[in-house]
Every structure is written in C-alpha cells, then in structure tokens.
C-alpha cells in the first residue's frame, strides 16, 4: 500500500512542479495581500495615539503590528488556498480514464484520496513557508513593514508554525478531494470551491481581530479551523500570553479535525470508487 501511495503522490508533485505558472500563481496572491493590503492597512493607525491603556499588542494577538499581525494569518489562508484545488486532479483523471484504472487496479481505495491529501499538505507547507520568507524579507525593503518575529522566537516554535500548517491543510485537503470524488465535473467542483473560500476566510481571525467582529460572528470565528490555525500560528511567532484559546487546545482541536475529515475522505472513497 506505501509504494501505491508513493507513486501517486510523486506523480501529483510532478504535476505541481512542472508547472511553473501554479506555483507563481499561488504565491503572488498572498504577496499582493502582504505587499498592497497589509502595507498599506494599518488598523493600529486609525486608534488616535495617546489613549491610556490602549496597547496594540492586546489587540493583535501579541504582533507589534499590524502586517505581522497579517503575515501570520496569512500563513493559514494559503494553506487554506493550496488545498482547496486537492481535489482538482481527481476531476481530470475522471475525465481521462485514469481515474477508472484505478478502481479496477487492486489498490486500497483509501490510497487515491490519501495520495493526493499528502500531495496537497506538502505543496501548502513549501508555499507558506516561502511567504514567510518574503514577509520576514520585506523588513530589509526601504519604506516597507516587515514580519517582526519574538526575539525568543526558537527552532521548537518554528516546528510549531510547521505543525499547525500541516493539521490545517490535512483537514481541508481532505473537505475538498471529498468534494471531488462526489461530483462529476470541474464547472461543480469550482463553484463550491468559490462558494467557500471567502467565507471561511473572512469568519476567521486570520485578517482580523476577533474583538473588532460583531459577537454573532465572533461566535462563528471561534468554531472556524482557519482561527485556530491563524491564532496558534501568533502564539508561536510572537509568545501571545492571551491567545483565543489555549496553544494547546488548538492543536488539539486541529488533530481532531485532521483526524475526522481523514475518516470521512477514506470511507467516501470506499464507498464512491467501489
């Protein structure tokens, strides 16, 4: 079963890597987020300097400001991204046949699915990392921001970071390559895909604050992966000693979640490619 799961995988990174324009697509989105919105967006700014107590740090989950605040969130959105289209190839091996040699191949049927998760996690992992290059990287760019990690930032939470990404991507990876076993063309497959990214992403704390939401949609926020992700992700980069929840609640619950979506991909897979 490893060396099935192996050879598919491989084939879907092939795919990936030898197609230079996803992967510049894939990154320039949340370039143009930390490069437009995030330089120019400071919502610290619009508080009139000089209030007693107010503290920017309280505000923004310990970053010193608004563009770290925004670099770390951004970490979990294009996790959120990538994986949304891992299902994708699902779709066009349905199209072209290779999908049905598949299934009269005898292979574990959780091997499909679990092959392309994998695939997925790894390309959202290298993607969120390379933007964390460049967000560190803007801080040596005259007149620009700059990604302003803890100075006890360390190897333990960098790993953390690492970890949170790939519980994250593993979940929805796992949503969507459900998604694509159950529909039968890509115009389906990318309505849904529409239909679900911004609202995930904005009922999250990813762009912004919690505190700055009305409570009905705090409420959904709280119950949102991307929140845990985006708020676990502050924890490591900046040692916020008031995050939303716990660090390690949300890793928990970041388990939990990869945990269960890979259930329901495996038994769909079971039940759909039989």
Not at 157 to 178: E, M, P, Q, S
Not at 187 to 197: C, H, K, M, P, S
Request: glycine share 6%; net charge positive; aromatic share 12%.
């Amino acid at each position: 079963m490893l060396r099935e799961m192996w050879a598919l995988y491989v084939r879907e990174m092939k795919h990936w890597y030898r197609i230079k324009i996803q992967i510049f697509m894939a990154l320039i989105q949340p370039i143009v987020w930390l490069g437009l919105f995030g330089q120019s967006f400071n919502i610290t700014n619009l508080v009139p300097p000089g209030i007693p107590g107010f503290d920017p740090a309280l505000l923004l989950s310990g970053a010193p400001d608004y563009f770290s605040y925004l670099a770390t969130g951004m970490l979990a959105v294009i996790a959120l991204f990538t994986t949304m289209f891992a299902g994708m190839s699902l779709v066009w091996d349905r199209r072209f046949g290779f999908l049905t040699k598949l299934r009269v191949s005898p292979i574990p049927r959780g091997v499909v699915p679990i092959s392309r998760m994998n695939s997925a996690v790894t390309r959202a992992v290298i993607q969120a990392l390379i933007v964390l290059l460049i967000a560190l990287g803007f801080a040596y760019v005259p007149g620009l921001v700059g990604l302003s990690l803890s100075p006890s930032f360390n190897v333990l939470d960098f790993l953390g970071i690492v970890a949170v990404l790939i519980l994250l991507a593993t979940g929805f990876a796992c949503i969507f390559i459900t998604v694509a076993l159950a529909v039968e063309n890509q115009d389906t497959l990318f309505g849904l895909i529409n239909l679900l990214n911004l609202p995930v992403m904005f009922a999250s704390a990813a762009l912004l604050p919690l505190s700055l939401m009305p409570s009905w949609l705090q409420g959904v926020a709280k119950v949102n992966p991307l929140t845990w992700a985006a708020d676990a992700c502050r924890t490591f980069a900046f040692h916020n000693t008031n995050p939303i929840f716990p660090v390690w609640q949300e890793v928990l619950m970041l388990l939990a979640f990869a945990s269960f979506m890979i259930g329901v991909t495996v038994v769909s897979a079971k039940r759909l490619l039989d």
